[in-house]
């Protein structure tokens, strides 16, 4: 069975840093992709970061929303199974509930979705 568990959301004011974490089970590492989304109140989900799940680290492939480009760094642990969200310069824009997600590496739709965890940035 597909797993995917989201935590580390929490409140933190504004510049502070959260790290949030993705633990996986029941799948091909190698074969997927793992997505950050986060969707705030009365606005539509969009997509924070993705990473492949790729075993060889010189194939590696990250990407990043232009408003978080700078400040966020996604990483996964293959010995772990778990894909982190280091969210740093942390902005009250960023308060939003956060979901992980995987896809097939050569898929467009993301199948499996984990719980979100709540990020809160007061001002």
């Known amino acids: 069975e597909v797993q995917l568990q989201a935590s580390g959301g929490g409140l933190v004011q504004a510049g502070g840093s959260l790290r949030l974490s993705c633990a996986l089970s029941g799948f091909r590492f190698d074969d997927y992709a793992i997505g950050w989304f986060r969707q705030a109140p009365e606005k539509e989900r969009e997509r924070v970061s993705c990473i492949n799940l790729n075993g060889r680290r010189n194939r590696i492939r990250s990407s990043y929303l232009d408003s978080v480009k700078g400040r966020f760094t996604i990483s996964r642990d293959n010995a772990k199974n778990t894909v982190s969200l280091q969210m740093n310069s942390l902005k009250p824009e960023d308060t939003a509930v956060h979901y992980c997600?995987?896809?097939?590496?050569?898929?467009?739709?993301?199948?499996?979705w984990g719980q979100g965890t709540l990020v809160t940035v007061s001002s």
């Open positions: 997600a995987a896809k097939s590496r050569f898929g467009t739709t993301y199948i499996y």
